[in-house]
């Protein structure tokens, strides 16, 4: 599934919430025409349910999608060992395009929690150097792409990303669950040259190459994917993420790298997101609080974004990146 394109940050539960969320358009909302008979093997069936999950049919209508979990580190000769909380949110809007496509339009931005205290971090002290370093949210203003009836190229990130695999009909891996439910695994395995050259970020830059994976698993009930009234779709999923160290922990280029791993669902506005998260995204910006009502760019992801809006960190007379411990010896 290397070609597949993913949703970013999108979910909700399948119990009372999702159904007060997914109500029929209300009086006056533009009418919206999409394919509702489930037919795994129809492309416009795919793009229409792919974006009712990931976002709402309705361009009057913001969905605002809430993660939460945890990110590990992973390095040779040692366990993985969990490094802080992840939660963030995004808020997401569709264009329907002339070709009958979908465009969505999507701000996102994650915190990063202390495990300890529950708190979320402006500094951390990093288990594998010992050193205090400032923490950097993921901040990606916009992240949008298009869903049509063929797979789209994989993100350009300001084209440093180059794959263009060949054009094929948009069908997604669907299967049926138990309790009368529907599952969908969208993914994409990517390599591609590193904006944090590590000529000019020594102790941000994990090399000259990212190789990042994204995984997610959505779950909904049959009958609200077959709802034709439903703009959006009530499920429940799970991301899981594979990328380098995170640039802001100034690893360099030791060995290792970092896995997300989190659940997603939706909240009925930017008020049920957590207060803190909230208002410190609100501290930020304002911005953050609301979708784009219109189409720009580049779309990049939170490396891209650190090389722009970052500067390098100052390099240490005689530093090196922290190196894993040897393989413990045989037991006795």
Partial sequence: MTELLLTRRAGL????????????????????????????KDPKWNRDTFVRLDADLDPTKEKVGWIKGQAMGVRPNEAVRPLFGVEGFSVVRTKRLPDGSWRRMLREIVFYRDLKTGQLMDSWLNPYSNETVRVVPIAN????????????????????????????????????????TIVLQTGINMMYPNALRPDKWPRESSGWMNRVSEHFTYVAKREDVANPRLTHVPHVGSWSRITPWLPWMLMGQAEGHVVYNCSFFTVPSVAGVATDVREKARAMDAKWLSAPTEDYGPSLSSLENYARFQQPAPVPVGWTPPVPPPPAGPRA
Avoid at 145 to 169: A, H, M, N
């Fill in 13 to 40: 539960g399948l119990a009372a919430l999702g159904a007060g969320l997914a109500a029929a358009p209300a009086l006056g909302a533009p009418k919206v025409d999409f394919v509702s008979k489930i037919d795994f």
């Fill in 141 to 180: 203003d916009p992240f949008n792409f298009t869903i049509g009836e063929f797979y789209p190229d994989p993100p350009s990130y300001g084209g440093l990303q180059t794959v263009k695999p060949p054009k094929r009909p948009y069908l997604l891996d669907w299967s049926y669950g138990p309790e009368d």
